[in-house]
T-cell receptor, first 117, second 113 residues
């Protein structure tokens, strides 16, 4: 079984609809991230969470919200979807290290392809 | 916003050749650097990371870091068609004690048989 799973894998929705993308991990990592990927723009950070009580905005958080329901679950919501939110969305996880000034490896889920009509 | 720049390519090399992928970054305080490989429609997977100046080798892959010039490169020796993918460079934002990566847009590599 995959360590990081995302549901749904593909989603088509209409402008104005509320949708939720879910991420679950069995790696036991405390840190979780949501990215979106657009052609020519690369991966951009939407939100990140270092534990259940710590959630932070990333580079492009407008129009999105998140919920960290448990250490293993991190959900991304689009309150009112718009066409320019059409993208490939990735969840990622990492584990903190004591004195980790050099950063940790991030592990990515398989992605959710979202189309907003 | 810290920037990480890569040539989008495609970089075309024949099978068996050395592929050289380059990345420059704007934040002089960055201390950790990552190379991810991404096949079309798939998620990024880590190939290598490097924390200090110089070279780091892992099989056919070598990461090179030059902090004075603010660039990091990835060499792939004996390139195989299966190496055809997009390679993403990622840089940790400063010494903040946690992992917040800034990604480049990626370089597409094509290895021809």
């Amino acid at each position: 079984d995959a360590d990081v799973t995302q549901t749904p894998r593909n989603r088509i929705t209409k402008t104005g609809k509320r949708i939720m993308l879910e991420c679950s991990q069995t790696k036991g990592h405390d840190r979780m991230y949501w990215y979106r990927q657009d052609p020519g723009l690369g991966l951009r950070l939407i939100y990140y969470s270092f534990d259940v009580k710590d959630i932070n905005k990333g580079e492009i958080s407008d129009g999105y919200s998140v919920s960290r329901q448990a250490q293993a679950k991190f959900s991304l919501s689009l309150e009112s979807a718009i066409p320019n939110q059409t993208a490939l969305y990735f969840c990622a996880t990492s584990v903190s290290r004591t004195g980790g000034r050099f950063g940790e490896t991030q592990y990515f889920g398989p992605g959710t392809r979202l189309l907003v009509l | 916003q810290k920037e990480v720049e890569q040539n989008s390519g495609p970089l075309s090399v024949p099978e068996g050749a050395i592929a050289s992928l380059n990345c420059t970054y704007s934040d002089r305080g960055s201390q950790s650097f990552f190379w991810y490989r991404q096949y079309s429609g798939k998620s990024p997977e880590l190939i290598m990371f490097i924390y200090s100046n110089g070279d780091k080798e892992d099989g056919r892959f070598t990461a090179q870091l030059n902090q004075a010039s603010q660039y990091v490169s990835l060499l792939i020796r004996d390139s195989q068609p299966s190496d055809s993918a997009t390679y993403l460079c990622a840089v940790n934002e400063e010494n903040t004690g946690f992992q917040k990566l800034v990604f480049g847009t990626g370089t597409r590599l094509l290895v021809s048989p």
